[in-house]
C-alpha cells in the first residue's frame, strides 16, 4: 500500500528535475557567451602557440593557434578561473566575469607572481588561493636555479617544510614536524615505491631536474591518499599525463663550488593530433661537501634517471604508458674519531658512540638505491552520464638498494621492496550545488631485507580503501567535505600478522571577504595505522642511532586537527596567516629505556598522546613595478602531553628577500634565519639559531619559441658555520659553507 505514493512522489520529482533541466538547457542556449583571446611571452610579447587555456569551472580546455590566439564558444555567463598551461612554464591564472563576447590576455612570466594551480588536493584543478587545504607549488625554473641534491634541498626554503637529512643525499621533507611514515612522497599522485620514510639514511628517488613542478599539501587534509598521508603529501607532477601539442623539450646545465657539483637533464615531447610520445633522462654528481669546519668525508651523491613513453588523448577517451629508472649512489658521512672532545661524556655515549652502517666510527658506507617504474593510465571523459570523467591509475616499482662497506666493497644489508599501487576515481556531474569524486585505492607491497640490518621479517603489506570528497559552492561561500575508509594487513614471516581498519574524514569552509580576500577553515578526523617498522624493528638501527624494538601490539592513531587560514592575493600584494593544531591520540615514538644495546640507546615503540601547533605567515609586496619584497615565518610546538618535546621539530624560522627586475635581468638577496632549538627530545642535542646571506642573479632571453634563462646562486656567502637541527649527524656535519652555483635553462616550444 506504501509503494504507490512513494512511486507516485518518485514521479512529480523527476518531472521537476526534467522542467529544471530543460529551462536551465533554454536559459544556456539564450545567454550564451564566448571567450576568446591571445597568450603572449613576456618582455617581447611574442606569441606563444600550442599553449592549452583551460577554463577551471567548465573543465574546458582550448589550444592557442600560431598567433597565440584560443576561443571557447557556447560558454554560459557566469565568474571562472582561467588558466593558460605551457609545458614546463609556471600558470598564469586570471579571473574573468563571461558576458556575451569577452576578450581575456594572457602574458606568460618564467617567474611566479600569481597563484598557481594545483591538482594534488582534491585531483581537480584549483588554485593555490582557492584551494581549502594549505599548498605549495615549486614550479621546473626554480628547481633548476637551486640545483638540489635531494627532495629535501628542493622544498626546505618554504614555509612549514624543512628539511630531514643523514648527508645531502638523504635530504627529505619535514612537514609542519611531521616526518616519516606521515609525510607520503608520491609522482603523479601514487608512490615511488622507495622506503625514505623508514631511516634517516634512506633517501627518496626522485628524479627533481625533469618533474613540471612539486605540489605540496600539508596537514592531515589528505583523504584522498591515505594514512600515511596524515602531516602532508608531496606530489612530484611529470606533466607526463596532459597532451601537449607539437614538439616541446627542456635543456639544463649546472655546476657548483662547495661540493663539486655538476649535471644536467633534458627532454622533449611530441604531440600530433590525439597522440603524444615523451621521453627524458639526466643526472648529477656532488662530492663531499666543504664547510667553515672543513671537507665532510663521504658526503657525496650521485644519481641518474631515464623515462619515456606516450599515449592517446582523445575527445571522450585517453591512455598513456610511462617506463621509468632511477639510480642513486650517495655516501653517509661516518662519525670521526675525534668527535668525543665536541660532546659530553653523556651526549657522546648517547650519540657518538653509535656506528653508522654498523661500523666503527670512519666506517665508509655507501648506499645505491635503483628503482624501475611502470605506469599505466586509462580514462574517459566528456560523458553524457552521471560520472561525467572517470580515470584508472596503475603504477609497479621494483626497488632495490644495497648498503655497501666501501673499504671491503662488501654489500652488508640489501633491501628489496615491490609495490603494486592503484586508484580508480570519478567525478559525478553536479547534484544541485554538490559536485565531487569518489574512488578506491590499493597497494600490495611485497619487502624483505637480508644482512646486518635486517630488522624486520619479510612481509607483505595490502592496503584497500574507499574515498569520497565533495564540494558545495555557494556566491561566496565554498563548503567541501569527505570520507575515507582504508585498511591496511600486514603478513610477517614468522611473527603475527596485524590488520587495521579506520575511518578518515573533514570538512572544510572557504569564505569570500572583500575582493581578493579568502578565509579558509577546516576539521579533520585522521587515522593512521602504525608502520612496518613501528610493529616489527628489531635490533640495532643506525639511521636512527637506536636499537629499535618494535611493539606488534600497538593502535591505531588517531589525529584531529584544526587549521584556520587567511589570503589575500592582488597584483602587488600576496598575503598569507594561518594557525593550525593537531590533537593526536596513541601517537608513536620511541621511547627510551635508558639502556645501551650494541652502544645505542634502546628504543621501544610506545604510544602516548601528543599535540602539535604552530602558525605560517607570508608577506609578498611589490614596491615598485620592478621591486618585490617577500617575507614568510613558520613555527611548531610539538611536544606529548607528558610534557616531553618530540625529537628533530624544526626551530622557528624566517626569510626575508628583496626581487629586482630589469627586462631580462633579475637579482635577489634573501636571509634566511633560524631560531636557536632548545625544545628537544630525550639525549637531542639543542642547535644555535643562525642567519645566513643567499644572492641569486639571474638574465632570460625569450625568443618566440624559446626561452633561455642564465643564473648564478651564491650561496651562505658568510661561511656561517650553522647546523640544521633536523640532521641525524648535526654534532660532527654542519651545512654547507660558501660557494656558487652556475645554471643554464632552455625552454622551447
Sequence with gaps: M???????????????AAGCVALSGTATAQSAGSLRGRVVLERDANPVSEAVVTIIELRRSAITDQDGAYRFDDVPPGDYHAFVHLDRVPDVVQRVMVSGATTLDFVLKLRVETEQVTTTATLREETTRDVIQSSIVVNSFDLAERAPVSLGDALEREVGVAKRSFGPGTGRPVIRGFDGDRVLVTQDGLTTG????????????????????????????????????????????????????????????????????????????????????????????????????????????????????????????????????????????PIPDDAAAEQSERRWQASASTRPKGGEPGELVRLNPRRHGFRFTVGARNLNAFFTDAQAQLQYNRYRHDEINIEENKVETAFRNDTFAYRIFADHRRVGRLQGTLGFSGFYRDYSTRGDEALTPATTQTNFAFFGLEKASFERVTLQFGGRVERNAYAPTGARGRSFTGFSGGVGLRVGLIENTVFTA???????????????????????????????????????????????????????????????????????TGEFEDGLPVGVFSQGDARFLGMEAQLDVNLHPSLWLYSQLDYTNAELKTGLPLPRIPPLRARVALEGTFKGLRLMPELLMANRQERVFTLEEPTAGYAVVNVVGSYAITTPHMAHVFSVTGFNLGDRLYRNHLSFIKAFAPEIGRGVRLSYTMRFF
Design 194 to 333: 622507495s622506503i625514505g620514510f623508514q631511516s634517516g639514511d634512506h633517501a627518496e628517488i626522485i628524479d627533481l631536474q625533469s618533474v613540471e613542478r612539486l605540489e605540496v599539501v600539508k596537514g592531515p587534509a589528505t583523504l584522498l591518499y591515505g594514512s600515511a598521508s596524515v602531516g602532508g603529501v608531496v606530489n612530484a607532477v611529470t606533466g607526463n599525463e596532459e597532451l601537449h601539442p607539437g614538439l616541446q623539450g627542456f635543456a639544463t646545465a649546472f655546476g657548483g663550488t662547495g661540493n663539486a657539483l655538476g649535471g644536467g637533464s633534458g627532454g622533449v615531447k611530441y604531440g600530433r593530433g590525439p597522440w603524444m610520445v615523451f621521453a627524458n633522462g639526466g643526472g648529477q654528481r656532488a662530492g663531499d661537501y666543504r664547510t667553515p669546519l672543513g671537507v665532510v668525508e663521504n658526503s657525496f651523491a650521485r644519481s641518474g634517471n631515464a623515462t619515456g613513453g606516450g599515449g592517446y588523448y582523445g575527445a571522450k577517451g585517453f591512455f598513456n604508458f610511462t617506463y621509468s629508472y632511477a639510480s642513486q649512489n650517495y655516501g653517509v658521512p
Design 2 to 16: 506504501q509503494a504507490f505514493p512513494l512511486l507516485a512522489l518518485c514521479r512529480r520529482l523527476a518531472l521537476v
Design 522 to 592: 577546516s576539521y579533520t578526523h585522521a587515522y593512521r595505522a602504525p608502520a612496518l617498522e613501528e610493529l616489527y624493528n628489531f635490533g640495532p638501527h643506525p639511521g636512527t642511532f637506536l636499537f629499535e624494538i618494535g611493539d606488534p601490539d600497538l593502535k591505531r592513531e588517531l589525529t584531529n586537527g584544526f587549521e584556520v587560514n587567511l589570503r589575500h592575493q592582488s597584483r602587488r600584494t600576496r598575503a598569507s596567516a594561518g594557525f593550525y593544531y593537531y590533537d593526536i591520540r596513541s601517537f608513536v615514538f620511541p621511547a627510551l
